[in-house]
């Protein structure tokens, strides 16, 4: 008999949790196009179409179908993407370089349209992506300069600015700090969870607007140990993951 035991699990790490945290944006989509932008998003969809989201179809961010081991699955010609970007069959988790509190985005530039202090992407397809499928945003360092009073260009549209948009819907915003909706009246931001080891304190520090915080605040949900060893063992046995977020 073999009396080699497997070693007990390491903690998980506040990138992980940030994984599982980007991995429930897609919990109950169905067949839908999951566009991951970023490291940990891309882990996190992987992760939940291995296992509570199989039906996910995953994209290279150009025109092939992946498995979650980055095999290809299928071909997606130009045209067909376009038809799921416009009838709200795919789901994009997206980064932003400020985002406000109805979930306003901005990806384009810091400061004065007709003189900024920073020219960063530019607008791209942000306020299609927004106004035509759900979008979630990834941010790897929470702090008053990402999260802010007003954009200062809206790239992708939050709920203040979508009235009569079909398919419009912010599921949730994920950082280092914590998890974050809009499940409020007005539809303004809600600190939905927090990582292990972060306060409410620490998150309205490093909030650059009023936050909508509940009475009581759970955690965000402990990876199981097959999604550990998926994340460490299959689907980023490197590591990278820790480049985005610490330990």
Request: glycine fraction near 8%; hydrophobic fraction near 40%; charge should be neutral.
């Amino acid at each position: 008999m073999n009396d080699v035991t497997r070693a007990p699990l390491l903690a998980p790490t506040r990138a992980e949790y940030c994984v599982i945290a980007c991995a429930e944006a897609w919990r109950d989509n169905g067949e839908v196009l999951a566009s991951p932008m970023g490291l940990i998003p891309s882990v996190g969809a992987r992760l939940a179409r291995l296992t509570f989201s199989p039906d996910l179809l995953l994209t290279d961010g150009e025109a092939t179908l992946v498995r979650p081991d980055g095999t290809t699955e299928g071909w997606l010609p130009y045209r067909q993407h376009l038809t799921l970007v416009g009838g709200g069959r795919r789901h994009v988790m997206m980064g932003a370089s400020q985002i406000d509190r109805f979930g306003n985005q901005n990806i384009s530039c810091i400061g004065d349209w007709e003189r900024p202090k920073r020219q960063l992407l530019g607008v791209r397809g942000a306020p299609v992506n927004t106004l035509n499928n759900p979008t979630s945003y990834w941010v790897p360092r929470h702090s008053r300069r990402v999260f802010v009073e007003k954009v200062d260009m809206v790239c992708g549209v939050g709920y203040d600015r979508a009235a009569g948009a079909r398919y419009h819907r912010i599921p949730r915003v994920v950082s280092d700090l914590g998890v974050f909706d809009f499940a409020t009246p007005d539809h303004s931001m809600r600190l939905a969870s927090l990582h292990p080891g972060v306060t409410v304190e620490q998150v309205r520090e490093a909030t650059g607007f009023d936050l909508a915080v509940p009475d009581e605040v759970p955690s965000t949900r402990e990876p199981t140990a097959e999604e550990l060893r998926l994340v460490r063992e299959v689907i980023d046995p490197a590591g990278s993951r820790a480049r985005e977020v610490g330990s």
